[in-house]
């Protein structure tokens, strides 16, 4: 039975635009037992599908003309980033080896090569061949053997990529992908667009990465639930404002061969092969989308021991993990906050401490 009334945010239609399109949302906002959408202020709510997956943004004391500048800056980045858009510069950069950036790319390219190497490659954005050759680009599923990965994965090393006042360069054979961290640069921009004309309310809900700007209109927290990533329902939200809440799962994306063996799209750099290190599901908690997202995939990676030591050594961000038995684990810092639901009313939280 169902304790709570959820709204997700995926279903938001609007007056300013919609669009609807077929992928899951891993995270979705909703109200505490008790608590219904009080509505201070209207919302301007929009749902875009780009960067492959459903986008909806609700903005508080937001208008048409502030949603579609929120609308054109999303298909902008789009267009930048995609590794598929033959004019992205993306694109450019993986066929001719190297390309002149846009200060957007620059800075996204900066920060995600940041990211590999304060994560020791589990994030690499060189995994590119390797994810192709599994077929998650086209759906054309294949379990690649030892021989080819191991051909593929000479050409996977994030130190190789060149980056110097605007222009990049790859070494040959080797190709990139910023899909890992594009949504979470995304929804810092969109963020920082809607502050710069005057919002103090929003929820952005990309693809399953939530973003908030400030707190609810009433003044509360945003409850951004957590997907039990074992089953349909929730094991339960975290109270936030002012944060992204990012999750990467082995559910979101994956298929399964004759033998019901189950491959998702999060690669371990080191094997080519999706990462099975124990945990199912990574959801972190921080300011930045763009941390948050290359950590849900890099912890993801890592497994449960190795992201808790990357906890403690930076502490610039909270998290719950999911291992592969159902066991949650959460850092200290979301104690408080993390409400169980549905699937994790049953469930012991291990609560995992700075020392
Ligand atoms: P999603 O985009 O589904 O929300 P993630 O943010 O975790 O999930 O990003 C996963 C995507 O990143 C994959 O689809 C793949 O393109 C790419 N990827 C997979 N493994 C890695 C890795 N170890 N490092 C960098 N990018 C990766
Ligand atoms: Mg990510």
Same mark, same amino acid.
């Given at each position: 039975?169902?304790?709570?009334?959820?709204?997700?945010?995926?279903?938001?239609?609007?007056?300013?635009?919609?669009?609807?399109?077929?992928?899951?949302?891993?995270?979705?906002?909703?109200?505490?037992?008790?608590?219904?959408?009080?509505?201070?202020?209207?919302?301007?709510?929009?749902?875009?599908?780009?960067?492959?997956?459903?986008?909806?943004?609700?903005?508080?004391?937001?208008?048409?003309?502030?949603?579609?500048?929120?609308?054109?800056?999303?298909?902008?980045?789009?267009?930048?980033?995609?590794?598929?858009?033959?004019?992205?510069?993306?694109?450019?950069?993986?066929?001719?080896?190297?390309?002149?950036?846009?200060?957007?790319?620059?800075?996204?390219?900066?920060?995600?090569?940041?990211?590999?190497?304060?994560?020791?490659?589990?994030?690499?954005?060189?995994?590119? @061949?390797?994810?192709?050759?599994? +077929?998650?680009?086209?759906?054309?599923?294949?379990?690649?053997?030892?021989?080819?990965?191991?051909?593929?994965?000479?050409?996977?090393?994030?130190?190789?990529?060149?980056?110097?006042?605007?222009?990049?360069?790859?070494? @040959?054979?080797?190709?990139?992908?910023?899909?890992?961290?594009?949504? +979470?640069?995304?929804?810092?921009?969109?963020?920082?667009?809607?502050?710069? #004309?005057?919002?103090?309310?929003?929820?952005?809900?990309?693809?399953? #990465?939530?973003?908030?700007?400030?707190?609810?209109?009433?003044?509360?927290?945003?409850?951004?639930?957590?997907?039990?990533?074992?089953?349909?329902?929730?094991? +339960?939200?975290?109270?936030?404002?002012?944060?992204?809440?990012?999750?990467?799962?082995?559910?979101?994306?994956?298929?399964?061969?004759?033998?019901?063996?189950?491959?998702?799209?999060?690669?371990?750099?080191?094997?080519?092969? @999706?990462?099975? #290190?124990?945990?199912?599901?990574?959801?972190?908690?921080?300011?930045?989308?763009?941390?948050?997202?290359?950590?849900?995939?890099?912890?993801?990676?890592?497994?449960?021991?190795?992201?808790?030591?990357?906890?403690?050594?930076? +502490?610039?961000?909270?998290?719950?993990?999911?291992?592969?038995?159902?066991?949650?684990?959460?850092?200290?810092?979301?104690?408080?906050?993390?409400? @169980?639901?549905?699937?994790?009313?049953?469930?012991?939280?291990?609560?995992?401490?700075?020392?």
């Amino acid at each position: 039975m169902k304790r709570w009334c959820w709204i997700f945010l995926a279903l938001l239609l609007c007056g300013c635009r919609e669009q609807l399109a077929p992928k899951e949302t891993g995270t979705a906002h909703y109200d505490r037992p008790g608590q219904s959408s009080r509505k201070t202020e209207e919302s301007c709510d929009m749902t875009v599908f780009a960067m492959d997956t459903v986008m909806s943004l609700s903005v508080y004391g937001g208008n048409d003309r502030l949603m579609s500048q929120a609308e054109e800056r999303i298909k902008q980045l789009e267009g930048l980033f995609s590794v598929t858009d033959e004019n992205s510069e993306i694109h450019e950069l993986n066929s001719r080896g190297k390309a002149k950036l846009s200060e957007d790319t620059e800075r996204l390219l900066e920060s995600a090569l940041k990211m590999c190497s304060r994560t020791q490659g589990t994030l690499d954005i060189s995994i590119y @061949p390797v994810v192709k050759s599994w +077929g998650f680009t086209t759906g054309e599923y294949h379990v690649p053997g030892k021989e080819e990965r191991a051909q593929l994965l000479e050409n996977v090393d994030y130190r190789k990529i060149r980056l110097t006042s605007g222009h990049a360069s790859l070494e @040959p054979d080797m190709e990139i992908d910023l899909g890992s961290v594009a949504k +979470g640069y995304t929804g810092d921009e969109l963020l920082a667009l809607l502050r710069e #004309n005057g919002i103090t309310s929003a929820l952005l809900n990309l693809g399953g #990465n939530v973003q908030t700007l400030g707190s609810r209109p009433d003044g509360t927290d945003w409850l951004i639930a957590i997907q039990d990533p074992q089953g349909s329902g929730y094991l +339960g939200g975290v109270a936030v404002s002012d944060k992204a809440v990012i999750t990467s799962g082995g559910y979101e994306r994956f298929f399964e061969d004759e033998d019901g063996n189950i491959y998702w799209h999060i690669i371990d750099p080191v094997t080519g092969a @999706p990462a099975e #290190n124990g945990l199912i599901s990574v959801t972190v908690v921080s300011e930045s989308g763009l941390l948050c997202d290359a950590l849900s995939t890099s912890l993801f990676v890592m497994g449960m021991e190795k992201a808790e030591e990357h906890w403690r050594q930076y +502490g610039d961000f909270e998290a719950v993990f999911v291992e592969a038995d159902g066991t949650i684990s959460m850092t200290e810092g979301l104690e408080e906050s993390f409400i @169980p639901a549905d699937a994790g009313l049953e469930r012991d939280r291990r609560i995992i401490r700075r020392n």
